[in-house]
């Protein structure tokens, strides 16, 4: 079946602006999460939503990262006002069970 | 706080020898434990778990580890690399194993392996 799929795959905007990234997760996978990981560095979480609920916040680095999701489907992660050290390959994990999440290919992007 | 330390961020091996991918971590309760594996330019992909239950597990393409709580370790290992075992090798940790609690992950090992 389908995997986790993001879009764009590599993005790269100049300093300020705001970007975008999509995520679709696994069709009838309820919990989502965003991490980020920069070069040379292991993921560091971002957000994560479960259906419904309130998503956790509690990875995002500053208020200029804020993230949506549509339910049970596509979610956006949006960046405003970029900075280099924004820097950073963008990946969504989709879960159903728990604990086992299952990665899309990332977005890399850079700021110029 | 829960933490993983992968030591070595590089590892090179020849085809045909054993590979040992190191994994310690720091957690106040049992664990969840987890490898990953990164082929360029693609997302992660689980190699193999621990949860509870049987301390040596086995995983895909030939890779298994050992949670071993004395040492708080969890190496990866196989005992003959391929060339297509390059890649990049992510270690991670759960304290819950539930919905909601994000992965704490090392900071990788990149294998290479050579012919």
């Known amino acids: 079946g389908a995997g986790v799929s993001q879009s764009p795959s590599n993005k790269v905007t100049e300093k300020g602006k705001d970007v975008e990234l999509r995520c679709d997760p696994i069709?009838?996978?309820?919990?989502l999460y965003w991490y980020r990981q920069r070069l040379g560095q292991g993921l560091e979480f971002l957000i994560y939503?479960?259906?419904?609920?309130?998503?956790?916040k509690s990875g995002l680095p500053s208020d200029r990262f804020s993230a949506e999701r549509t339910g049970e489907s596509v979610s956006t992660l949006t960046i405003q006002r970029t900075q280099q050290e924004d820097s950073a390959v963008y990946l969504c994990?989709?879960?159903?069970?728990?604990?086992?999440?299952?990665f899309g290919p990332g977005t890399r992007l850079t700021v110029t | 706080a829960q933490s993983v330390t992968q030591l070595g961020s590089h590892v090179s091996v020849s085809e045909g020898a054993l590979v040992l991918l190191r994994c310690n971590y720091s957690?106040?309760?049992?664990?969840?434990l987890f490898w990953y594996v990164q082929y360029p330019n693609q997302g992660l992909q689980l190699l193999l778990k621990?949860?509870?239950?049987?301390?040596l597990v086995k995983g895909i393409n030939g890779f298994e580890a050992e949670f071993k709580k004395s040492e708080t370790s969890f190496h990866l290992t196989k005992p003959s690399a391929h060339m297509s075992d390059a890649a990049e090798y992510f270690c991670?940790?759960?304290?819950?194993?539930?919905?909601?609690?994000?992965?704490?992950f090392g900071k990788g090992t990149t294998l290479s392996v050579s012919s």
């Open positions: 621990y949860t509870t239950g049987a301390t």
């Open positions: 991670a940790v759960s304290e819950t194993g539930q919905a909601g609690t994000a992965l704490i």
């Open positions: 957690s106040s309760v049992p664990p969840y």
């Open positions: 069709s009838g996978h309820t919990a």
């Open positions: 994990a989709s879960s159903l069970n728990s604990y086992e999440q299952y």
């Open positions: 939503f479960q259906g419904n609920s309130a998503p956790d």
